[in-house]
Structure formats: C-alpha cells, structure tokens
C-alpha cells in the first residue's frame, strides 16, 4: 500500500515528483481496490447462465450483458465514483467511517444518530460476511479451470482451494508489503489479459456490442419476468467489490481510484464480460465455465495459475479490510478491546488481528468443505454484498442533506434513483436465502449482535458504576477542608467519565490514606474521525489542590499510546516524567444480573464472556507493568 498522507496530495500537480507519486498510487490502487471486482468475470456469467440460471439464446444472452453493462456504469461509475466517494470522512471511507460521518453530521437529532448506529452496525457486519464469501467463491472459480483444461482433475479442486487458502491466511502475520509491490504490476497483466481475451471472443461475433443499448436489457425481463428477476441476483456478481472503491480512498485518494477505474479496469472488464457472451452466442455449450472455454487451450494453464494469484490478491484486500475495519469498530466501542499487530514500520494502515485471522480462516474453510463448487456458492453470494450497498447509500444520503446542504427535492431524486437499483439487486438475492444466502446473513446477524451487546453492556456498565459513585465536585470540596497525606511524585488515574471520582483513586485513599503531591484523572476519548487534530490531542485543566483533568483524543484509525501522549503534553503548560509517575486503573469484572433496562441473559452472559477474554485497558493503552496499580471491582449488570 501507499501512505496515506501520500494520497491526500494533489496528485494531478504538474510535478515531476508528483506524477511519479500519482502513477505509484494508480498502480497500487490496481492491486488492491480493484482486485474483488477485477475477478469476478471468473463466475458472472456462469451464474447467470449456468445449472440454474436462464437459456443462453441470443436475446437472453444481450439482454444479460445490457444489465451487466448499465450495473458497472450506474452502481460503479455514477453511484461510487461520483457520488459515494465525495463523503469522505477527513479523507477516509468505508462503512464504520461513513457511519461515524453520519451521526457528526445529525448529532442534533439523537434519534436519527441512533437509526444511522444500528444501519451502520449491520453494514459492517455483512462486511464480515463478504470476507468469508469472497475468498471461497474467487478462489474456488479460479481453481475450477483444472475441470476445463483436465476433467480427471476435478476432485482436486477443493483440496487445491483449501491449501491455497489455508497459505493465504498463514502469511497474513507476516504482513503483506513486501508481496504489495507486487500487487499491481500482477492486476495489471490480469485486465490485459482479460481485455485480450474480450477481444478476441467479440471479434468472432461483433453482433454482440448492440448489448450497450438498455433496451436489451428491458427486453430481458419483459420475456423471461421472474427468471429475469432471479438472474438480477447473479448479475450483481458483476459489481461486487464496489465497498473496496470506497474503504481504500484514504490509503490511494479519489483520483488514481478514479482514474484506473475508467483508463484500464471498465474497459478491461467490459471486453471480457462482451467476449463471454460472444463466446455462448456461437457455441452455447460452453456455459459451463464461459470464461476458461474463452482461453486458448494451450494457455488454460498459465491462465489458471493468474487467476488463482489474482484471487488470492482480491481475498488480501477483504481481509485486510476487515482487519481496518475492526480496529476501528474497537476504537469505537463497538468490539471488545484485541490485540493489534502493526506489519510495516511505514505504512500505518497494514496491520493484523490475529482473532479476526483465525476466525476468518475458520469460516472460510468450512465455506468451501461445504459449498464445494462456485454454483453452489453463487447462491450465498450477493445477499452481504447488496445489503451493504444499500446501506451505504442511506448513510451517504444523511450526509448529503445534513453536511452538503442538499435539498430535500434532490435528496429525494437522487434516493430515489440509487435505491431502486440497490434494493432492486437486494430483492433479488433475497430469494436465495433458502439456497444459501441464509449463510452469510445468519453470520452478518450473529456479528451485528455481538456488537451490539458490546456497546449496550458497556453502557450498562458505565451506569452501574455511575450509580455507585462520587460527584467530583463534592469531592474536591471535601479534599479542600481535610486534605489527606501527601507523597511525593505523580498519579494518574484513569477513568471513562471526567465528572466522577474514579473507584482506584477511592481506594487509595480507603486503604493507603494518601494521595500523590499531583493528582490526574485521565479520560481517554476516542473521536468519530480517523485522526485527532493537533489542537483537539491533548486539553488539561487545573481543579486545584493538587488535582488535573487530563484529556487525551485519538481517531479511530489511531493507536492510543497514552505514556508517548503525555510526554507531548508540555505543549499545554504540564510535565509528565514517567519514571516518578505511577498509573492507577480499576479493572471491573462483569457478572449477570437482573437490572430494569438491562438485556437478556443470554446477551449478559455473551458480554462477561468478551470481558472476560478483551485485551486488558493497559495493554491496549501501553501502560508499562512496573508503574500500573489495578484494582478489581465486581459490576453487576
């Protein structure tokens, strides 16, 4: 990947340096946003026409490229291109970004923030779902093309797929930027070939570019209706990995996504989805696997092997956008705290969950052991992909009424527009639920709960323990009148709510009857932007006697390192020396109860089990051990 702060710039400056930095960008943006969608002519078509899909008659075949050929321009091009991609969120994209935007834009309306949390929420939990589709169905249509090029071969393909998945996966703790440079230069060779392969299938049948003329497409569902309406749900096979346009922005900007899209990858993948249907206009036996019978047979094999690598490359790119994504989420209080490894000492962005890689590989693996062949995983495709689609364009519309000022006249045209085609594809996917999509719904459900349960329960907690607590203001009065003893150096003592007393410091002065010559009480506060403005980092007051609040903010694409933090604080007037400092933290262990306003046992005791197994506060702050006092406390929820 390319940093961050490199994408920002304007990368149409007429600067040498700069034009290599834009080009660099473009070529990376190849690798990584485009690969999901750069794959799936491997299994478009066949799902369209395939065991359970339409008659590959002429008409059908036109009519089926006509909506391929309108989806990639409306949803791709118009929607995400121009539309999706102006909702930045200080530069960065993707759905928890967009979700933290949206309630910015409409804190004024609680309730509206409330509705765009659980939209938010649930889009990002069939984010996760996609990440375990995407690797079973690219991989195994990649590996599929060993049942073209040798038919004795075909029980292999499952084993292959598992090896190839299970490697994937084993490397991600290496990290992925020394095989990113690579990325690229691979996706690029990939959209050649896949417009030379067009080519040379349109060349045999010119007749099929009248496809470009929506009128086909009208044709389709006038003649075919319901099979029409159910082949919609394997035509928005064509646009899947559109969410990558936008989760990416931030790591290569809006122009080289932009400008790859229209130079190299649309007309790539137009030739080839043109070339297929060429293919099965001539000879419609070859709907079995439209794009391997499309390859030359003397290079079936160099191209199974491309596919295969291009696969892998579009699998990274979910999987590391699910690793960004839950960092975030865990920044935002939406996921339990677990540990984070950074890959590259230069590219912030490229890290590793270890949880989320094993609980992917998991989920992965037994996606292909039991869907065992891309047809029958064509019937779980879609359902997550869609639903986060339409979601998208709800939250982009609140931002574009609350930040942009957008009429509601427009915002109801445009709405209008954009979620007949989302919920049109959405509906049509939702007619598989019975024959598969029930997979990555149930798995978008369960994830959507968990996190749920997570933001409610730490609520819950943060109200019993404000229920049992001491006003700060009181407390001070009380200090002020009978000061307790004093040792010498600093305490800090963290905790979630800057009005009250925190539980550690009560204790200290319960059972050691002292208190420090300087006294803080830290609240960490994570804001719903990527990164925290200079100004806004650090903020400090003086209460008197002795006592500071401190407040330190972080983004939610940042690690908080509070013990680097504070020594940055001289720039507002305070000191820390870290080795006269001693750390104090209350570490409160949940237990189920029975509360009014409080959740079901299941959902209590679902939250004591993430407790129980998140990362400790210390660790994910880098409190060192040998300055850290904790103090446990029994909340009962």
Same mark, same amino acid.
């Given at each position: 990947?390319?940093?961050?702060?490199?994408?920002?710039?304007?990368?149409?400056?007429?600067?040498?340096?700069?034009?290599?930095?834009?080009?660099?960008?473009?070529?990376?943006?190849?690798?990584?946003?485009?690969?999901?969608?750069?794959?799936?002519?491997?299994?478009?078509?066949?799902?369209?026409?395939?065991?359970?899909?339409?008659?590959?008659?002429?008409?059908?075949?036109?009519?089926?490229?006509?909506?391929?050929?309108?989806?990639?321009?409306?949803?791709?091009?118009?929607?995400?291109?121009?539309?999706?991609?102006?909702?930045?969120?200080?530069?960065?994209?993707?759905?928890?970004?967009?979700?933290?935007?949206?309630?910015?834009?409409?804190?004024?309306?609680?309730?509206?923030?409330?509705?765009?949390?659980?939209?938010?929420?649930?889009?990002?939990?069939?984010?996760?779902?996609?990440?375990?589709?995407?690797?079973?169905?690219?991989?195994?249509?990649?590996?599929?093309?060993?049942?073209?090029?040798?038919?004795?071969?075909?029980?292999?393909?499952?084993?292959?797929?598992?090896?190839?998945?299970?490697?994937?996966?084993?490397?991600?703790?290496?990290?992925?930027?020394?095989?990113?440079?690579?990325?690229?230069?691979?996706?690029?060779?990939?959209?050649?070939?896949?417009?030379?392969?067009?080519?040379?299938?349109?060349?045999?049948?010119?007749?099929?570019?009248?496809?470009?003329?929506?009128?086909?497409?009208?044709?389709?569902?006038?003649?075919?209706?319901?099979?029409?309406?159910?082949?919609?749900?394997?035509?928005?096979?064509?646009?899947?990995?559109?969410?990558?346009?936008?989760?990416?922005?931030?790591?290569?900007?809006?122009?080289?996504?932009?400008?790859?899209?229209?130079?190299?990858?649309?007309?790539?993948?137009?030739?080839?989805?043109?070339?297929?249907?060429?293919?099965?206009?001539?000879?419609?036996?070859?709907?079995?696997?439209?794009?391997?019978?499309?390859?030359?047979?003397?290079?079936?094999?160099?191209?199974?092997?491309?596919?295969?690598?291009?696969?892998?490359?579009?699998?990274?790119?979910?999987?590391?956008?699910?690793?960004?994504?839950?960092?975030?989420?865990?920044?935002?209080?939406?996921?339990?705290?677990?540990?984070?490894?950074?890959?590259?000492?230069?590219?912030?962005?490229?890290?590793?969950?270890?949880?989320?890689?094993?609980?992917?590989?998991?989920?992965?693996?037994?996606?292909?052991?039991?869907?065992?062949?891309?047809?029958?995983?064509?019937?779980?495709?879609?359902?997550?992909?869609?639903?986060?689609?339409?979601?998208?364009?709800?939250?982009?519309?609140?931002?574009?009424?609350?930040?942009?000022?957008?009429?509601?006249?427009?915002?109801?045209?445009?709405?209008?527009?954009?979620?007949?085609?989302?919920?049109?594809?959405?509906?049509?996917?939702?007619?598989?639920?019975?024959?598969?999509?029930?997979?990555?719904?149930?798995?978008?459900?369960?994830?959507?709960?968990?996190?749920?349960?997570?933001?409610?329960?730490?609520?819950?907690?943060?109200?019993?323990?404000?229920?049992?607590?001491?006003?700060?203001?009181?407390?001070?009065?009380?200090?002020?009148?009978?000061?307790?003893?004093?040792?010498?150096?600093?305490?800090?003592?963290?905790?979630?709510?800057?009005?009250?007393?925190?539980?550690?410091?009560?204790?200290?002065?319960?059972?050691?009857?002292?208190?420090?010559? @300087?006294?803080? !009480?830290?609240?960490?506060?994570?804001? /719903?932007?990527? *990164? &925290?403005? $200079?100004?806004? %980092? #650090?903020?400090?007051?003086?209460?008197?006697?002795?006592?500071?609040?401190?407040?330190?903010?972080?983004?939610?694409?940042?690690?908080?390192?509070?013990?680097?933090?504070?020594?940055?604080?001289?720039?507002?007037?305070?000191?820390?020396?870290?080795?006269?400092?001693?750390?104090?933290?209350?570490?409160?262990?949940?237990?189920?109860?029975?509360?009014?306003?409080?959740?079901?046992?299941? @959902?209590?005791? !679902?939250?004591?089990?993430?407790?129980? /197994?998140?990362? *400790? &506060?210390? $660790?994910?702050? %880098? #409190?060192?051990?040998?300055?850290?006092?904790?103090?446990?406390?029994?909340?009962?929820?």
């Amino acid at each position: 990947m390319v940093s961050t702060s490199l994408a920002r710039r304007d990368a149409h400056d007429v600067n040498p340096v700069h034009r290599k930095r834009f080009a660099a960008l473009a070529l990376g943006a190849v690798g990584v946003v485009y690969g999901d969608i750069g794959t799936s002519p491997l299994y478009t078509i066949k799902e369209i026409f395939g065991t359970q899909g339409i008659a590959t008659a002429p008409q059908n075949v036109l009519g089926a490229l006509s909506l391929i050929f309108w989806s990639l321009i409306v949803v791709v091009s118009v929607k995400y291109l121009l539309f999706i991609l102006r909702a930045d969120n200080k530069g960065e994209g993707g759905i928890v970004a967009l979700m933290a935007l949206a309630q910015r834009c409409a804190r004024s309306r609680p309730r509206l923030v409330s509705a765009i949390a659980i939209l938010g929420l649930f889009g990002a939990a069939l984010f996760y779902g996609d990440g375990v589709i995407t690797p079973a169905m690219s991989v195994l249509s990649a590996v599929e093309g060993l049942e073209v090029a040798a038919p004795r071969l075909a029980h292999w393909v499952v084993p292959i797929t598992l090896l190839v998945i299970v490697t994937l996966f084993a490397l991600q703790k290496h990290g992925t930027e020394r095989i990113g440079a690579v990325f690229g230069p691979i996706c690029v060779l990939w959209f050649l070939c896949l417009a030379a392969l067009g080519v040379h299938g349109i060349a045999q049948e010119p007749g099929v570019l009248r496809a470009v003329s929506p009128t086909y497409a009208v044709d389709f569902f006038v003649h075919n209706r319901a099979q029409a309406f159910f082949a919609l749900g394997a035509v928005v096979l064509a646009v899947t990995g559109t969410e990558a346009l936008y989760a990416d922005m931030g790591h290569f900007g809006k122009r080289p996504i932009q400008s790859v899209w229209f130079a190299l990858v649309l007309p790539a993948l137009l030739l080839n989805y043109f070339g297929q249907g060429a293919l099965l206009m001539l000879h419609p036996a070859a709907v079995a696997n439209p794009f391997y019978h499309l390859v030359p047979r003397a290079l079936l094999y160099p191209m199974i092997a491309l596919a295969t690598v291009a696969t892998v490359i579009a699998s990274q790119a979910v999987i590391s956008g699910a690793f960004s994504m839950t960092r975030e989420a865990m920044q935002l209080g939406y996921l339990p705290r677990m540990r984070v490894v950074h890959t590259s000492r230069s590219m912030s962005g490229q890290i590793y969950v270890p949880w989320i890689n094993r609980i992917l590989m998991v989920l992965v693996i037994g996606a292909v052991i039991g869907f065992r062949s891309s047809d029958n995983l064509g019937a779980a495709y879609g359902i997550a992909v869609t639903g986060t689609m339409v979601i998208t364009s709800l939250l982009a519309l609140v931002v574009a009424r609350f930040r942009w000022g957008w009429r509601w006249p427009v915002i109801v045209l445009i709405g209008a527009g954009l979620l007949s085609v989302d919920l049109g594809f959405f509906s049509a996917n939702a007619m598989k639920i019975a024959s598969g999509g029930c997979f990555p719904l149930a798995l978008g459900l369960f994830v959507f709960a968990l996190m749920t349960t997570w933001r409610r329960g730490r609520a819950l907690v943060a109200r019993t323990i404000r229920q049992g607590g001491v006003a700060l203001e009181p407390f001070l009065q009380s200090l002020a009148e009978h000061p307790p003893h004093s040792v010498p150096g600093t305490a800090i003592f963290m905790t979630a709510d800057p009005g009250q007393v925190p539980n550690s410091m009560l204790h200290n002065l319960k059972h050691n009857k002292v208190l420090h010559e @300087r006294n803080v !009480l830290l609240t960490v506060e994570m804001l /719903n932007t990527p *990164t &925290a403005d $200079a100004d806004e %980092r #650090i903020a400090l007051r003086d209460l008197g006697h002795g006592m500071y609040r401190l407040q330190l903010r972080y983004g939610f694409d940042e690690d908080p390192d509070v013990p680097a933090t504070l020594l940055q604080c001289g720039t507002v007037g305070a000191s820390f020396d870290l080795m006269d400092t001693t750390f104090f933290l209350s570490r409160e262990t949940v237990v189920s109860g029975h509360h009014a306003g409080g959740m079901a046992t299941w @959902r209590d005791r !679902l939250f004591a089990f993430l407790s129980r /197994n998140a990362m *400790t &506060a210390t $660790a994910f702050f %880098r #409190i060192p051990g040998n300055r850290l006092i904790e103090l446990g406390a029994h909340v009962e929820i």
